[in-house]
Antibody, heavy 122, light 107 residues
Framework: QVQLVQSGAEVKKPGASVKVSCEASGYTFTIYGISWVRQAPGQGLEWMGWITPYNGNTNYVQKLQGRVTMTADTSTTTVYMELRSLRSDDTAVYYC???????????????WGQGTMVTVSS | DIQLTQSPSFLSASVGDRVTITCRASQGISSYLAWYQQKPGKAPKLLIYTASTLQGGVPSRFSGSGSGTEFTLTISSLQPEDFATYYCQQLNSYPYTFGQGTNLEIK
């Protein structure tokens, strides 16, 4: 079935980097973009950006520009999100999600990974 | 950035009730609005996209309406499994922002 499976929980120290993976299966990987969304404990959802696996094009939210990189490996149908210079307020569950839409527009995120908890603590 | 404001932030209701959640955008977003349901410890689930289109497999008691800056999500008759947090999201322009959420609790 169509699914996104993420890597496991991470604990990092402030200033370190984390790389979370998201493996897609059950659909043609290059057709759909993948977004990353994070959720701090007890808080709402925050869109971080997205990548088009077909050509590697990305769009990042301005507040994370320079600290985040999203990449895609078409040979393993896996998308990666790397966040650098981690701070305590980066502690969150990180989700990947498939961008659903037609005619070049994104209408919503229809398939989600299970989430990866990233804890930043000294 | 486009701000989305949901009201109410908290809602207490009973099984069988009809409930409506509103999402207001700080500027016009046409019909590029989605609604999600999230239960504790789980990923969000897409309910509605393009303001009023029901995602496959979502019960027909859920409906959405609106365009421009004001949108609503309605649950016609609450079921026990509907108690959750609901988020709206705009996909009209980057960044794809979410509302702050509406926590729907059992009365």
């Amino acid at each position: 079935q169509v699914q996104l499976v993420q890597s496991g929980a991470e604990v990092k120290k402030p200033g370190a980097s984390v790389k979370v993976s998201c493996e897609a299966s059950g659909y043609t990987f290059t057709i759909y973009g993948i977004s990353w969304v994070r959720q701090a404990p007890g808080q709402g959802l925050e869109w971080m950006g997205w990548i088009t696996p077909y050509n590697g094009n990305t769009n990042y939210v301005q507040k994370l520009q320079g600290r985040v990189t999203m990449t895609a490996d078409t040979s393993t149908t896996t998308v990666y999100m790397e966040l650098r210079s981690l701070r305590s307020d980066d502690t969150a569950v990180y989700y990947c999600a498939r961008n659903y839409g037609s005619a070049g527009s994104v209408d919503g995120f229809d398939i989600w990974g299970q989430g990866t908890m990233v804890t930043v603590s000294s | 950035d486009i701000q989305l404001t949901q009201s109410p932030s908290f809602l207490s209701a009973s099984v069988g009730d009809r409930v409506t959640i509103t999402c207001r955008a700080s500027q016009g977003i046409s019909s590029y609005l989605a609604w999600y349901q999230q239960k504790p410890g789980k990923a969000p689930k897409l309910l509605i996209y393009t303001a009023s289109t029901l995602q496959g497999g979502v019960p027909s008691r859920f409906s959405g309406s609106g365009s421009g800056t004001e949108f609503t999500l309605t649950i016609s008759s609450l079921q026990p499994e509907d108690f959750a947090t609901y988020y709206c999201q705009q996909l009209n322009s980057y960044p794809y922002t979410f509302g702050q959420g509406t926590n729907l609790e059992i009365k």
